[in-house]
């Protein structure tokens, strides 16, 4: 059993403090000394000294310093103030903790050692209050940071008490302490109960408050858009609402007055969608002024993202196990967001962008499912996934705020994660929305694409990995065996994948040695580009008209089109389906008009 915890001592670091301009930068030395430096000479300062800085990097590139050895007090921030931002500059950190703005980089150098020690203090005080389970897991990560060498490791350990191994345990399996999202019976029906104007009106003067500026036309426009939200009469018709209005005339809360009313009313989600991951975030805060208290705005308002967007604990429990000295202090940094973030969003959510410029993407925005690698319901963390606990919490939400991406791909897919389909939908910046059904209801065919198709399906080949990256046998094997024809329809798409481009192909593609069919179509695609393309001598933004095509070209596509189609359903995808589609045509059949191609 390790000793209870000592008495916290607050322990500064004994370095200089580093501040650098665009011209010259200011050292605070171990005596209380200002110096001002050019920044050769704070170049050489830094790689002697290992000062305190506020954002390496950016000190790094100003200096013109690869890397040094540094204290960075964002670091400190994002122990002791997990899923909070700053901005990552001396006046930002020090404006948020409540310290007087810094008049000249001077105060800037001092102020960096004021913030250190009142967030070590806070760190103290925080500690003491937590619950014995929280204390310890801070501890715990706490212990583990320091004994892989974090430069702040002493003074964390020095405020939380620690003293010899006191502060080992399990801390960094955050997964352990989430909650599990729990399953609800499936939600009734929605209710059909229309919003009237007048209480459109009074919806939204109570969001704005008696001491609000009067603005009528945001009233009109919210009593307009009351429209949207009458019952249809006829299969298929559905109500629509085209509003304009100009800018200042507060069309957020004009349309959220009726919708929030809608939901209330009828028990079912409205989907308010925009262009944007910033602009979803904007209309996050923008709904403060509906659901003031925290807790409330939790339950019924959920923000909806692609899985891309958010952490994966398998991801995360991988980086954890590989144990590696250069990646605890990340490993431990994340595990603290971990236990402090709303919902695990990682872009555009309360993950600060620029840590992952302090710990690299790779431990970072890398732990986020961006290859489509997700194992669903055979994940050990599955019960306690973040987007699967959105996925239920959206449900039974009143708003769901979400992006056109999305709704266009779950549009695209026949409907939400469980084929249910929202009734309601509001589409702010909606001259965006026709781009992204281009996106969503179309194909786009590069040579990265398929590559990564190719490794999904087949797994990594000749890579020394220990990534769970599987191909799709492996994924599938213990599902093939429910199904009669699912081991021939698991052998038909691994033999097809052999099609798209392996290792290698660029290589292969510039020497004009392509070695599959998609290699062939893409080589002979990179032949006409380059071919009648301006500016030839950049191999950025090339771009051509697709007719007349080269010679093979046609053929290459249609040879293409046969293999991937053993890809698809067996139905209707088969290689005699595409052969029809083909050979059906008639000879004088030639292609629709097209936008150009690019290399």
Same mark, same amino acid.
């Given at each position: 059993?390790?000793?209870?915890?000592?008495?916290?001592?607050?322990?500064?670091?004994?370095?200089?403090?580093?501040?650098?301009?665009?011209?010259?930068?200011?050292?605070?030395?171990?005596?209380?000394?200002?110096?001002?430096?050019?920044?050769?000479?704070?170049?050489?300062?830094?790689?002697?000294?290992?000062?305190?800085?506020?954002?390496?990097?950016?000190? +790094?590139?100003?200096?013109?310093?690869?890397?040094?050895?540094?204290?960075?007090?964002?670091?400190?921030?994002?122990?002791?103030?997990?899923?909070?931002?700053?901005?990552?500059?001396?006046?930002?950190?020090?404006?948020?903790?409540?310290?007087?703005?810094?008049?000249?980089?001077?105060?800037?150098?001092?102020?960096?050692?004021?913030?250190?020690?009142?967030?070590?203090?806070?760190?103290?005080? +925080?500690?003491?209050?937590?619950?014995?389970?929280?204390?310890?897991?801070?501890?715990?990560?706490?212990?583990?940071?320091?004994?892989?060498?974090?430069?702040?490791?002493?003074?964390?350990?020095?405020?939380?008490?620690?003293?010899?191994?006191?502060?080992?345990?399990?801390?960094?399996?955050?997964?352990?302490?989430?909650?599990?999202?729990?399953?609800?019976? =499936?939600?009734?029906?929605?209710?059909?109960?229309?919003?009237?104007?007048?209480?459109?009106?009074?919806? !939204?003067?109570?969001?704005?408050?008696?001491?609000?500026?009067?603005? =009528?036309?945001?009233?009109?426009?919210?009593?307009?858009?009351?429209?949207?939200?009458?019952?249809?009469?006829?299969?298929?018709? =559905?109500?629509?609402?085209?509003?304009?209005?100009?800018?200042?005339?507060?069309?957020?809360?004009?349309?959220?007055?009726?919708?929030? !009313?809608?939901?209330?009313?009828?028990?079912?989600?409205?989907?308010?969608?925009?262009?944007?991951?910033?602009?979803?975030?904007?209309?996050?805060?923008?709904?403060?002024?509906?659901?003031?208290?925290?807790?409330?705005?939790?339950?019924?308002?959920?923000?909806?993202?692609?899985?891309?967007?958010?952490?994966?604990?398998?991801?995360?429990?991988?980086?954890?196990?590989?144990?590696?000295?250069?990646?605890?202090?990340?490993?431990?940094?994340?595990?603290?967001?971990?236990?402090?973030?709303?919902?695990?969003?990682?872009?555009?959510?309360?993950?600060?962008?620029? !840590?992952?410029?302090?710990?690299?993407? +790779?431990?970072?925005?890398?732990?986020?499912?961006?290859?489509?690698?997700?194992?669903?319901?055979?994940?050990?963390?599955? *019960?306690?996934?973040?987007?699967?606990?959105?996925?239920?919490?959206?449900?039974?939400?009143?708003?769901?705020?979400?992006?056109?991406?999305?709704?266009?791909?779950?549009?695209?897919?026949?409907?939400?994660?469980?084929?249910?389909?929202?009734?309601?939908?509001?589409?702010?910046?909606?001259?965006?929305?026709?781009?992204?059904?281009?996106?969503?209801?179309?194909?786009?065919?590069?040579?990265?694409?398929?590559?990564?198709?190719?490794?999904?399906?087949?797994?990594?080949?000749?890579? *020394?990995?220990?990534?769970?990256?599987?191909?799709?046998?492996?994924?599938?094997?213990?599902?093939?065996?429910?199904?009669?024809?699912?081991?021939?329809?698991?052998?038909?798409?691994?033999?097809?994948?052999?099609?798209? =481009?392996?290792?290698?192909?660029?290589?292969?593609?510039?020497?004009?040695?392509?070695?599959?069919?998609?290699?062939?179509?893409?080589?002979?695609?990179?032949?006409?580009?380059?071919?009648?393309?301006?500016?030839?001598?950049?191999?950025?933004?090339?771009?051509?008209?697709?007719?007349?095509?080269?010679?093979?070209?046609?053929?290459?596509?249609?040879?293409?089109?046969?293999?991937?189609?053993? !890809?698809?359903?067996?139905?209707?995808?088969?290689?005699?389906?595409?052969?029809?589609?083909?050979?059906?045509?008639?000879?004088?059949?030639?292609?629709?008009?097209?936008?150009?191609?690019?290399?």
């Amino acid at each position: 059993m390790s000793a209870p915890p000592a008495p916290p001592r607050i322990v500064l670091p004994h370095v200089p403090a580093l501040v650098t301009g665009v011209k010259g930068a200011v050292l605070l030395d171990t005596d209380g000394e200002f110096h001002r430096l050019s920044l050769a000479q704070a170049a050489a300062q830094a790689r002697d000294t290992a000062p305190l800085v506020c954002h390496m990097p950016a000190v +790094a590139g100003r200096l013109g310093l690869d890397h040094f050895p540094a204290l960075d007090i964002l670091e400190l921030f994002a122990f002791v103030r997990p899923a909070r931002f700053c901005l990552p500059t001396p006046k930002g950190v020090m404006e948020a903790v409540g310290l007087a703005r810094a008049a000249d980089p001077e105060d800037e150098a001092e102020g960096l050692f004021r913030c250190a020690r009142m967030l070590l203090e806070e760190l103290a005080d +925080a500690t003491r209050a937590d619950t014995a389970v929280r204390a310890a897991d801070t501890r715990s990560i706490a212990w583990a940071m320091a004994r892989a060498g974090w430069g702040w490791g002493t003074a964390v350990l020095a405020a939380l008490g620690i003293q010899g191994d006191g502060g080992r345990n399990n801390g960094l399996r955050v997964w352990e302490r989430l909650p599990e999202w729990s399953e609800h019976a =499936p939600e009734p029906p929605p209710g059909n109960v229309p919003v009237e104007a007048e209480e459109a009106r009074k919806r !939204l003067a109570a969001i704005l408050g008696p001491t609000a500026e009067q603005r =009528p036309a945001q009233a009109d426009y919210a009593s307009a858009v009351t429209g949207a939200f009458i019952p249809r009469d006829h299969a298929g018709e =559905p109500r629509m609402v085209l509003a304009e209005a100009g800018t200042g005339t507060g069309k957020t809360l004009g349309y959220i007055a009726p919708a929030s !009313l809608w939901a209330e009313k009828n028990g079912a989600p409205v989907w308010i969608s925009t262009h944007t991951r910033n602009l979803q975030r904007q209309l996050d805060t923008e709904l403060d002024r509906l659901f003031p208290d925290p807790l409330e705005k939790a339950r019924r308002v959920v923000v909806r993202k692609g899985r891309e967007n958010y952490v994966c604990l398998l991801n995360y429990e991988e980086q954890m196990m590989r144990n590696r000295p250069q990646e605890a202090v990340a490993t431990g940094l994340m595990a603290r967001w971990l236990l402090a973030t709303r919902d695990g969003d990682m872009v555009g959510g309360d993950f600060p962008g620029w !840590l992952s410029d302090l710990l690299g993407r +790779a431990r970072t925005l890398g732990l986020a499912d961006r290859r489509g690698e997700c194992i669903f319901s055979g994940c050990p963390h599955f *019960n306690k996934c973040f987007i699967e606990k959105a996925v239920r919490r959206a449900r039974r939400a009143d708003i769901v705020v979400a992006n056109h991406a999305l709704v266009m791909v779950q549009a695209a897919l026949g409907g939400l994660d469980d084929a249910s389909q929202p009734t309601r939908l509001v589409f702010d910046e909606g001259h965006h929305v026709f781009d992204a059904a281009d996106g969503a209801f179309s194909t786009h065919l590069s040579g990265m694409e398929t590559t990564e198709v190719r490794r999904w399906l087949l797994g990594p080949e000749g890579e *020394n990995t220990r990534s769970r990256a599987r191909g799709l046998k492996r994924r599938a094997e213990e599902l093939v065996g429910l199904a009669e024809e699912a081991p021939a329809a698991l052998d038909s798409a691994l033999a097809a994948a052999q099609a798209l =481009p392996g290792p290698g192909w660029q290589n292969r593609i510039m020497d004009g040695a392509p070695g599959n069919p998609t290699e062939v179509f893409l080589s002979l695609v990179r032949q006409q580009v380059y071919a009648r393309a301006q500016g030839t001598d950049s191999p950025y933004s090339l771009e051509t008209e697709c007719r007349p095509m080269v010679d093979g070209l046609a053929e290459a596509a249609m040879a293409l089109a046969q293999s991937l189609g053993r !890809l698809g359903c067996r139905c209707c995808c088969s290689r005699a389906a595409w052969k029809r589609s083909w050979t059906t045509r008639p000879p004088t059949w030639t292609p629709p008009p097209a936008p150009a191609s690019k290399a």
